[in-house]
T-cell receptor, first 109, second 116 residues
Framework: GIQVEQSPPDLILQEGANSTLRCNFSDSVNNLQWFHQNPWGQLINLFYIPSGTKQNGRLSATTVATERYSLLYISSSQTTDSGVYFCAVGNTGFQKLVFGTGTRLLVSP | GAVVSQHPSRVICKSGTSVKIECRSLDFQATTMFWYRQFPKQSLMLMATSNEGSKATYEQGVEKDKFLINHASLTLSTLTVTSAHPEDSSFYIC????????????FGEGSRLTVL
């Protein structure tokens, strides 16, 4: 099956700093999503981005499907950005998503 | 975005008992729902795909008789952990597709199961 690797596994930032999270996948995909898992376990949808670039406030994402990677940019980080960020991909016609290994982010004041 | 709701959010049970977790799509119909499991500090692993009106499809290594899935309506799927044991303690999360865009998955709040 498809493999999804995220980097870095852990990231510590000072409030206000910028960061880039990476998601590499081993096969072509037709579905890619980024999620933020908060301390209570809830998965928050950030982006649905099988290709192209999107922006939402301080967050933006780019997927280069031909090169099998996606990037999540966080600018001017805040303590509330702390948590685990997952990318998840699918390649079987809108069916299941396979989750990446996750990036654990801690933003300190 | 679409709303998916799970209940209960937390459950503690004794070893040997069965526990049922409900997953509802509140503002859309879902012919397919997905059940994931997450152990502490790990990623989410797909357990099974729940199909309305038919049998669930289980991932390799997931015991069908241990994790019973019923998808009796277009808005409700249930996961029953039968004869639960401490190793079944985990965070269970359901998901469903909510319309536009057609491929986007939305997740419930999750259910944390602790088996004593």
């Amino acid at each position: 099956g498809i493999q999804v690797e995220q980097s870095p596994p852990d990231l510590i930032l000072q409030e206000g700093a910028n960061s880039t999270l990476r998601c590499n996948f081993s096969d072509s995909v037709n579905n890619l999503q980024w999620f933020h898992q908060n301390p209570w376990g809830q998965l928050i949808n950030l982006f649905y981005i099988p290709s192209g670039t999107k922006q939402n406030g301080r967050l933006s994402a780019t997927t280069v499907a031909t090169e099998r990677y996606s990037l999540l940019y966080i600018s001017s980080s805040q303590t509330t950005d702390s948590g685990v960020y997952f990318c998840a991909v699918g390649n079987t016609g809108f069916q299941k998503l396979v989750f990446g290994t996750g990036t654990r982010l801690l933003v300190s004041p | 975005g679409a709303v998916v709701s799970q209940h209960p959010s937390r459950v503690i049970c004794k070893s040997g008992t069965s526990v049922k977790i409900e997953c509802r799509s509140l503002d859309f119909q879902a012919t397919t729902m997905f059940w994931y499991r997450q152990f502490p500090k790990q990623s989410l692993m797909l357990m099974a795909t729940s199909n309305e009106g038919s049998k669930a499809t289980y991932e390799q290594g997931v015991e069908k008789d241990k994790f019973l899935i019923n998808h009796a309506s277009l808005t409700l799927s249930t996961l029953t952990v039968t004869s639960a044991h401490p190793e079944d303690s985990s965070f269970y999360i359901c998901s469903a597709r909510g319309g536009r865009p057609a491929g986007e998955l939305f997740f419930g709040e999750g259910s944390r199961l602790t088996v004593l």
